[in-house]
């Protein structure tokens, strides 16, 4: 299959949901022990640095706000991710999260702070030559804030949240996992 974003270098990857299993409504991931990585991602994660791409990370962490866990326990937690995903032969190139609660900030997804950050860390990013990839709402309004390509993961339809349906209206494309997307529209 010919890719839909061959010109695309910078590839914007929500965590919880895309990478990772999301937790039920209310929960949070705040430990290695707790991160359930979906069936094919670092494979996936591989392939789009083989490819080529720089692979980023942009993650809400309200559960930060609200005394859950700290932003060290984040960090922590992102480092074993990198270990791991070393063992697949894949590695993320930067990870951003907000700490933030709603309407307290501009990083928190639907804003767009934590993609300007990263444009800003990798000066020759920019919307047009990055894509977003996130089972939220907000993470394709912040895409379409922007004006960057989305793919929509639609995940497994049982625990999809509200809003779903508009989102993949909004999105460029919808997939049901970060394997297919990436292979459907990137590789
Ligand atoms: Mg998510
Ligand atoms: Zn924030």
Redesign the pocket.
């Known amino acids: 299959m010919t890719a839909t974003f061959r010109d695309v270098r910078y590839v914007f990857l929500d965590r919880d949901g895309v990478i990772n299993r999301k937790a039920p409504e209310g929960k949070y991931v705040a430990q290695w022990s707790e991160l359930d990585i979906l069936p094919g991602v670092e494979a996936a994660i591989a392939a789009l640095n083989h490819s080529g791409r720089r692979v980023i990370v942009v993650s809400n962490q309200r559960g930060i706000a609200l005394g859950y866990y700290s932003g060290g326990d984040v960090e922590a937690l992102h480092r074993r991710l990198q270990e791991h995903l070393a063992l697949h032969g894949a590695h993320i190139d930067a990870f951003y999260y907000?700490?933030?609660d709603e309407g307290?900030?501009d990083?928190?997804k639907p804003g767009t702070?934590m993609f300007l950050q990263a444009f800003r860390d990798f000066p020759e990013a920019s919307a047009a030559n990055s894509i977003a990839i996130g089972d939220s709402p907000s993470d394709i309004e912040a895409a379409r804030a922007l004006k960057m390509p989305s793919i929509f993961i639609s995940g497994d339809p049982s625990t999809q949240k509200p809003g779903g349906d508009r989102a993949a209206e909004l999105a460029d494309f919808t997939a049901e996992s970060l394997p297919a997307a990436a292979q459907q529209h990137l590789l």
């Open positions: 907000c700490p933030h307290e900030c990083c928190r702070g």
